[in-house]
């Protein structure tokens, strides 16, 4: 196992889905990039990390980042 995905489980052991897709759905330009970024990296792991990543309600944020194409994505849920 690389040092990359030693790092990148250690941040699925400790619950660090969760914040990241919370930044997707409310972070700056920057942070949504960024943590879009780390999710990807994180889902090549596993499996059960894109499972994870799924159950965060992670695929509609990005989905939404890419179709979109504005700073923010929007919660699906929300009607506005």
């Known amino acids: 196992m690389g040092e990359d995905e030693e790092h990148q489980r250690e941040i699925v052991s400790v619950g660090g889905i969760p914040p990241l897709v919370a930044l997707i759905k409310g972070g700056s330009a920057s942070a949504q990039s960024f943590a879009a970024q780390a999710l990807a990296n994180a889902a090549a792991c596993s499996r059960a990390t894109q499972n994870l990543i799924a159950a965060a309600g992670a695929v509609p944020l990005l989905m939404s980042l890419l179709s ?13």
């Open 68 to 80: 979109v194409g504005k700073a923010h994505a929007r919660d699906p849920d929300d009607a506005t």
